[in-house]
């Protein structure tokens, strides 16, 4: 099999049987298909890994016949801080879900990468950093490290997944710094997962798929970023919201009826109320305007209906 054989790629992948290369008893390691179909679809002469887990990507791309440079923190390569002795045309990311598997001293012994390569790798690898925040952080340089590293016209595919811990989301795609022009986001569906022999209950939903974003830098210097950065929000000072909006919300952080007072002084020192003169007779409106919503159990006094 060769570079040049037909891609099979699509915007949705899936692939039940996963093929020889790397090691199954890697956990979290992905598909060797993916990574072939990658480097057929693109015609890739030369692939690069800096966390190639159990060599899949170099197993792929011997497959393939075309040549691979892949690196690991268990072989002596620290994507943090060791600097990137390529110039890649094409690399190949699959980072740690966070904490959801553990590799150094779990998948490997951190002892004898300790004592062939002279550092614990247990103090650099992504899947023993403690918060999500700071795995973002590392995440997100470790991104940009590969992005800046590529020649002109180079591109990076980067397998992400999502994560749920606690009813919480943690998704690394919305996470992820995108450098350059995205130009393809490609749904995996997930086979053989240890997650698959579990039983859920309540509303949870099992995820079983997985991204790849597919990066491509055209320029040299300058290029774009879309970035996710988080940010509280007012809704007494959002723009789209309406003044029932406003006012239900304020009532719902009372939850018992309120006088007509509080309520004012809950909405009175924000945007809304600051830019319209007669604001007090707008919440008077509004509140008598929507009485699917608001009630009033006694003169001068509100709640909202569900509490009724």
Not at 142 to 160: D, H, S, T
Request: glycine residues 8%; proline residues 5%.
């Amino acid at each position: 099999m060769m570079a040049n054989q037909t891609s099979a790629l699509t915007t949705v992948v899936s692939y039940p049987e996963r093929g020889e290369g790397g090691n199954n008893r890697y956990r979290g390691n992905c598909s060797p298909k993916l990574v072939q179909d990658l480097i057929a679809h693109f015609g890739i002469q030369d692939i690069c890994d800096y966390m190639c887990g159990s060599n899949t990507t170099g197993d792929a791309a011997r497959a393939m016949g075309i040549s691979s440079h892949t690196y690991d923190l268990h072989s002596g390569f620290d994507l943090l801080h060791c600097d990137i002795p390529e110039r890649p045309q094409f690399i190949f990311w699959h980072p740690p879900y966070w904490d959801i598997i553990k590799y150094s001293d779990v998948m490997y012994r951190a002892s004898e990468v300790q004592q062939r390569y002279g550092y614990d790798p247990r103090r650099y690898d992504l899947s023993r950093i403690p918060t999500w925040e700071a795995f973002v952080q590392a995440m997100n340089y470790c991104m940009m490290k590969q992005f800046c590293a590529l020649e002109k016209g180079g591109r990076m595919a980067v397998l992400v997944g999502d994560i749920k811990k606690k009813g919480r989301l943690l998704s690394m795609i919305f996470e992820l710094t995108k450098p350059g022009t995205l130009e393809n986001v490609i749904i995996k569906a997930q086979h053989n997962c240890v997650s698959d022999r579990r039983s859920y209950s309540g509303r949870f939903i099992p995820i079983v798929h997985e991204y790849v974003l597919l990066l491509r830098k055209d320029e040299p210097l300058i290029y774009p970023l879309l970035m996710t950065y988080q940010l509280k929000g007012d809704v007494r000072d959002m723009p789209g919201a309406t003044w029932r909006d406003i006012l239900a919300d304020a009532m719902e952080s009372f939850r018992c009826p309120v006088s007509l007072e509080q309520i004012y002084g809950a909405v009175g020192n924000y945007k809304r109320a600051q830019h319209q003169q007669h604001w007090k007779d707008k919440v008077r409106q509004t509140l008598q305007y929507h009485p699917s919503i608001f009630y009033s159990p006694g003169r001068g006094v509100w709640a909202l209906k569900k509490y009724a």
